[in-house]
């Protein structure tokens, strides 16, 4: 059974940065795209980052480029985003997906798997 297990969300201050994390289990995830996506409180999910399988190539949302970095381990199967100078239009449950190719994919319709979410709140 393929599992996605997000975590690191919590409550920060307007500034401060985090660091999250997708643990992939039940097949390999190497060669596939993995996607970072959120949801603020009354709107709809949009996209964050996404990285290739290799890691070599990424892509970011307008809204995050210049502060959040994607990354992976495919010796752990996880995923990261790190996230700095946080602002408070960054509070949003954060998604971790996985798809079934090595492109760079930035629509949610592209990928099969997906984690349960992680709450991330920033306080202004």
């Known amino acids: 059974q393929v599992q996605l297990v997000e975590s690191g969300g919590e409550l920060v201050q307007a500034g401060d940065s985090l660091r999250l994390s997708c643990a992939a289990s039940?097949?390999?995830?190497?060669?596939?795209?993995m996607g970072w996506f959120r949801q603020a409180p009354g709107k709809g999910r949009e996209f964050v980052a996404t990285?290739?399988?290799?890691?070599?190539?990424?892509a970011y949302a307008d809204s995050v480029k210049g502060r959040f970095s994607i990354s992976r381990d495919n010796a752990k199967d996880t995923v990261y985003l790190q996230m700095n100078s946080l602002q408070p239009e960054d509070t949003a449950v954060y998604y971790c997906a996985a798809a079934l190719y090595s492109i760079l994919l930035t629509d949610e319709a592209s990928y099969r798997y997906w984690g349960q979410g992680t709450q991330v709140t920033v306080s202004s």
């Open positions: 990285i290739v399988g290799s890691g070599v190539r990424t």
């Open positions: 039940g097949r390999t995830f190497s060669t596939s795209t």
